[in-house]
């Protein structure tokens, strides 16, 4: 069995950052293990721009974004593998994998990053009444089919779920000649980002119908129709709002959720509502020295994101391998309060946060004019104005040494009125 | 005299403000950016509206059979489905660099196509 000091499962953004950071803090035996042909992840089916203006301040496309992590890699010299696929994790960090040419092989870490990304949830999860007809894709499929293996996947489409890659993918389609019909989304907002509304959709024409769904399709081959209906507050649909849509191609954007197979076979504890591990400040999972950041922990809309956390990850694996971090100490729980869903961390050692703690959240529905409070108890830690905040959007709280010094026990995040 | 105030989502980059546009003659007063790209965003979509165009070319003997690229700069928002003809006719040959031109000058816009990544050979 191999030996390694760091193994990052999965060499997308978030693999890829994480170990340049463990790298640049001194440890020098690193594997990235990557199951596709190419290290990237998702980015590489991302042509559009709109990465890395955080980062590298300018308008990366996806492919470019990963590039840049890539060759920075490469030159520091971080192994990685592709074709291999991870089986197995197990609490003492022996990592099984397979290779279609080397097999089946297994290494021994002494600290691991999880960061698979995630996968997006398909038509299982949504019931849709009907045959199961041919034109039937995920938007992320059919990105991957239209952006690296050239192929259309259809000439008239219609589009179920405003998430990002539907948009995306709709622009897309209207670029490479198909019609598309509409976007229906369930909700009474869009998940997506409103720049993408704007420049795919309402630059094209293409209508975004919200609080709408998909109540049958038809065709028995191929997909020749569907049928989209408006829904009440309780999401059922309203008797006489159908509207026939002749297409032949549907297009599901409802989700992204993150890959966790591996977490659960590790014994990691996940968050139900994120789907993904619950982590500490320094993104370790309930499991000593399983590390885990990306879209693994919960769906990013911004990759400079990713690369943000990734990177604390990283620095902080390589903590945990050199034996340098706290493990006793003052510990503060991060919970939600009205109108956030989730925070990421869930727990802080104090002591291990040197001079920032950016802390992720998303809300649960569309505010304008509230502010994002921080509270310990009775104590206001922070209180920031934001003017919009929506689920589609997720928002950020640093916090200060100095503000965890004033906590005792619990953070709660919430949303109040201005001035309430 | 009508109300010259405008909603205008900001789209320079994914935080995407929700602008208040008011145009008075040349002038146009904008509240809700959260930085000073917005205003001159604001200020070119009211006036020349431009894209960068983002899509793909064929790629012979390359590791995938299409190759990302995009228009250095943005070209005015009219010419997008022209310049898709343009570039649809393109094909070239692996391997290629990242940032390499594939079309200079785009329909006289003074602006090129050029990769958004390198792609070596076919298994090489
Ligand atoms: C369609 C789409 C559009 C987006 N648009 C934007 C945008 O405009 N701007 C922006 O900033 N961000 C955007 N994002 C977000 C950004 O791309 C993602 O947040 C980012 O790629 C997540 O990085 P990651 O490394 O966590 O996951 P991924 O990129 O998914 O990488 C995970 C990697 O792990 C590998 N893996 C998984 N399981 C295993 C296993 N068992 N063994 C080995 N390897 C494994 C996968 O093959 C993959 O390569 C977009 C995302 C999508 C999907
Ligand atoms: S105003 Fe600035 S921060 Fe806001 S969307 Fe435009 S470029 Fe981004």
């Known amino acids: ?86 089986l197995d994790v197990t609490p003492e960090k022996v990592v099984h994998v397979i290779n279609p040419k080397t097999g089946y092989q297994t290494f021994q870490a002494k600290a691991v990053i999880m960061a698979m990304g995630c996968r997006e949830r398909t038509r299982g999860a949504i019931n849709i009444p009907g045959y199961r007809p041919s034109g039937v894709y995920s938007a992320g499929t059919a990105q991957r ?204 050692l104090v002591d291990n946060v040197e001079d920032e703690l950016v802390m992720f959240m998303r809300v649960n529905n569309v505010y304008s004019n509230m502010r994002l409070e921080v509270k310990s108890g009775d104590t206001v830690i922070k209180s920031i104005k934001r003017r919009h905040l929506a689920p589609g959007e997720m928002e950020q709280v640093k916090l200060k040494p100095s503000d965890l010094a004033k906590a005792e026990g619990e953070l709660v995040f919430s949303i109040v009125g201005e001035d309430a | 005299m009508a109300d010259n105030k405008v909603e205008l989502v900001c789209i320079a980059c994914p935080v995407g403000c929700l602008m208040e546009v008011e145009q008075n003659g040349d002038e146009f007063i904008v509240t809700g950016n959260a930085c000073k790209r917005g205003p001159e965003y604001a200020k070119a979509e009211l006036t020349h509206p431009t894209r960068t165009l983002c899509t793909t070319v064929a790629i012979k003997n390359g590791f995938l059979n299409r190759v990302p690229v995009f228009t250095e700069d943005e070209i005015p928002k009219g010419l997008i489905f022209e310049a898709m003809d343009e570039i649809n006719k393109i094909v070239v040959e692996a391997p290629v660099k990242v940032r390499q031109i594939v079309i200079e000058n785009l329909l006289g816009t003074g602006i090129n196509v050029v990769t958004t990544r390198s792609m070596s050979k076919k298994n090489s």
């Open chain 1, 145 to 348: 089919y239209t952006n690296m293996e050239g192929f259309m996947p259809g000439k008239k489409v219609f589009i179920l779920g405003s998430g990002d890659i539907g948009l995306i993918m709709a622009r897309r389609m209207v670029l490479e000649g198909a019609e598309v019909l509409g976007v229906a989304e369930l909700m009474p907002f869009s998940g997506g980002l409103k720049r993408n509304i704007v420049q795919c959709l309402d630059d094209y024409n293409i209508p975004l119908l919200l609080s709408h769904t998909i109540i049958k399709i038809e065709g028995k081959d191929r997909l020749e129709k569907v049928i989209v209906a408006q829904v009440d507050e309780n999401f059922r649909p309203i008797p006489g709002t159908e509207k026939e849509y002749e297409v032949d191609t549907l297009l599901l954007s409802v989700g992204l959720i993150p890959e966790n197979e591996l977490s659960k076979k590790a014994g990691i504890k996940l968050n139900p509502v994120t789907s993904g591990p619950f982590v500490n400040e320094s993104m370790e999972t309930s499991v000593e020295g399983i590390f885990a950041c990306g879209n693994v922990v919960h769906v990013h809309d911004l990759v400079d994101f990713v690369t943000q956390e990734s990177r604390r990850a990283g620095l902080n694996a390589a903590k945990y391998i050199k034996n340098e971090k706290a493990t006793e100490g003052k510990i503060v729980e991060a919970n939600t309060g009205f109108g956030i869903t989730y925070v990421v961390p869930s727990k802080i």
């Open chain 1, 1 to 86: 069995m191999q030996n390694y000091d760091l193994i990052v499962v999965g060499g997308g953004p978030a693999g890829l950052a994480a170990a340049i950071e463990a790298k640049k803090n001194d440890v020098d035996s690193i594997l990235i293990i990557e199951r596709d042909r190419e290290v990237g992840g998702i980015l590489q089916q991302c042509i559009h721009n709109g990465f890395g203006l955080h980062i590298f301040k300018e308008q990366l496309t996806g492919p470019e974004y990963a590039e840049r992590f890539i060759e920075e890699a490469k030159s520091m010299n971080i192994d990685y593998v592709v074709d291999t696929m991870v």
